[in-house]
């Protein structure tokens, strides 16, 4: 194993252990697997002030299109005055226009670490005791086209991580297509598109499209990484609901 994956690794394999020997009274043997959501759900909870951060950007974007709008106007024959207006205008506001993927972003080296562990046979020179748990049918650290196949019981549990994901997917995708219409109607009324426009439109793009990277990710991934996807993606839906909610009741109150 790398030097640079070599200690994560380490310490993502004692921890989702605590965690399994912790859960093991309540859930037997699928207590691996719950240590992997309850692993993952830490590292969300950590990131929980970044996603709030990302949907008050997701928010700001909307409500200064006009103001950006403005000022492409005004400064459209020169454009780097046009582009440290612009990012006044966000330091004024607090956000940036990719506000939104840092979450994501942050996310990738856990997800890379997970994905480590279930490859490695050995961890700190100790065997990988987690390649022995089950989910179910499938064990954590198997893949889709290996082992049994997708045509056997190991296939099946997969099949039912590619739905879960699918459902979270096409909830992710409503989602973001509501925050696209109030954005667009914060905006009405606006001119033509810009740099910072069509920034805006990549990263609600990326906000569509990744949640059903996920689904093709879970199928070249171990069991265990699956899991890990399915558990942030559930966690991003119930976080983004939560979010949304207590900035009505601040607003209100």
């Known amino acids: 194993m790398s030097?640079?994956?070599?200690?994560?690794?380490?310490?993502?394999?004692?921890?989702?252990?605590w965690f399994a020997a912790i859960l093991a009274p309540l859930f037997g043997g699928l207590?691996?697997?719950?240590?992997?959501?309850?692993?993952t759900m830490l590292i969300r909870l950590a990131?929980?002030?970044?996603?709030?951060?990302?949907?008050?950007?997701?928010?700001?974007r909307g409500r200064l299109m006009p103001k950006v709008q403005e000022?492409?106007?005004?400064?459209?024959k020169d454009p780097q005055r046009l582009q440290r207006e612009l990012a006044a205008l966000q330091r004024a506001e607090g956000t940036s226009m990719y506000?939104?993927?840092?979450?994501?972003?942050?996310?990738?080296?856990?997800?890379?670490?997970?994905?480590?562990?279930?490859?490695?046979?050995?961890?700190?020179?100790?065997?990988?005791?987690?390649?022995?748990?089950?989910?179910?049918?499938?064990?954590?650290?198997?893949?889709?086209?290996?082992?049994?196949?997708?045509?056997?019981a190991q296939g099946l549990v997969f099949a039912g991580l590619f739905v879960l994901l699918a459902v979270a997917g096409l909830a992710a995708?409503?989602?973001?297509?509501?925050?696209?219409?109030?954005?667009?109607?914060?905006?009405?009324?606006?001119?033509?598109?810009?740099?910072?426009?069509?920034?805006?439109?990549?990263?609600?793009?990326?906000?569509r499209v990744m949640p059903f990277g996920s689904l093709l990710m879970a199928a070249i991934v171990p069991l265990a990484a699956g899991l890990y996807l399915l558990t942030?993606?559930?966690?991003?839906?119930a976080e983004r609901a939560a979010i949304n909610r207590w900035s009505r009741l601040a607003r209100r109150g």
């Open 3 to 17: 030097v640079l994956f070599g200690m994560p690794v380490d310490l993502a394999y004692h921890l989702v252990c």
């Open 31 to 39: 207590a691996a697997a719950a240590a992997i959501v309850a692993f």
């Open 47 to 60: 990131l929980v002030p970044l996603s709030y951060y990302a949907v008050r950007g997701e928010r700001a």
């Open 71 to 76: 000022l492409q106007r005004r400064h459209a």
């Open 99 to 152: 506000a939104g993927c840092l979450p994501l972003l942050l996310q990738l080296p856990f997800f890379s670490v997970m994905y480590r562990l279930f490859l490695s046979h050995s961890v700190a020179g100790s065997p990988n005791t987690l390649l022995s748990h089950r989910l179910l049918a499938a064990p954590l650290g198997s893949w889709w086209l290996g082992g049994a196949g997708p045509v056997s």
């Open 173 to 207: 995708l409503r989602t973001a297509r509501r925050a696209q219409a109030r954005a667009q109607a914060a905006a009405t009324g606006a001119g033509p598109a810009s740099q910072t426009a069509t920034a805006d439109r990549v990263v609600g793009l990326l906000g």
């Open 232 to 237: 942030t993606a559930t966690w991003t839906l």
